[in-house]
């Protein structure tokens, strides 16, 4: 079981900044993937970037050039920093956790509020 606590939401006005945060708890495989994921009203839950262990970071086209993902291994913590944000930002933020040994082994937060406002 891995636990994960977010924290970083909130409001904001179009062009401002937030940096979102999660950390891992529980049986931590070294070999692992953590992200962001969100979902607004009405749409379904979306990527908007990933970090291996290893460094690897994947975004979403929308978030590319204005999202920074970055994790602390010895913590077992990761980081969004979003900058430029847009009204269209607007979600539920979640932090993901996932194997990359044991393919099952997928794990969600409990979710963080993001409001940008026009």
């Known amino acids: 079981q891995v636990q994960l606590v977010e924290s970083g939401g909130g409001l904001v006005q179009a062009g401002g900044s937030l940096r979102l945060s999660c950390a891992a708890s529980?049986?931590?495989?070294?070999?692992?993937?953590m992200g962001w994921y969100r979902q607004a009203p009405g749409k379904q839950r979306e990527l908007v970037a990933t970090?291996?262990?290893?460094?690897?970071?994947n975004y979403a086209d929308s978030v590319k050039g204005r999202f920074t993902i970055s994790r602390d291994n010895a913590k077992n913590t990761v980081s969004l920093q979003m900058n430029s944000l847009k009204p269209e930002d607007t979600a539920v933020y979640y932090c993901?956790?996932?194997?990359?040994?044991?393919?099952?082994?997928?794990?969600w937060g409990q979710g963080t509020q993001v409001t940008v406002s026009s």
């Open positions: 993901n956790w996932r194997s990359m040994v044991v393919m099952t082994d997928v794990y």
């Open positions: 529980g049986s931590i495989f070294r070999s692992n993937v």
């Open positions: 970090i291996s262990s290893g460094g690897n970071t």
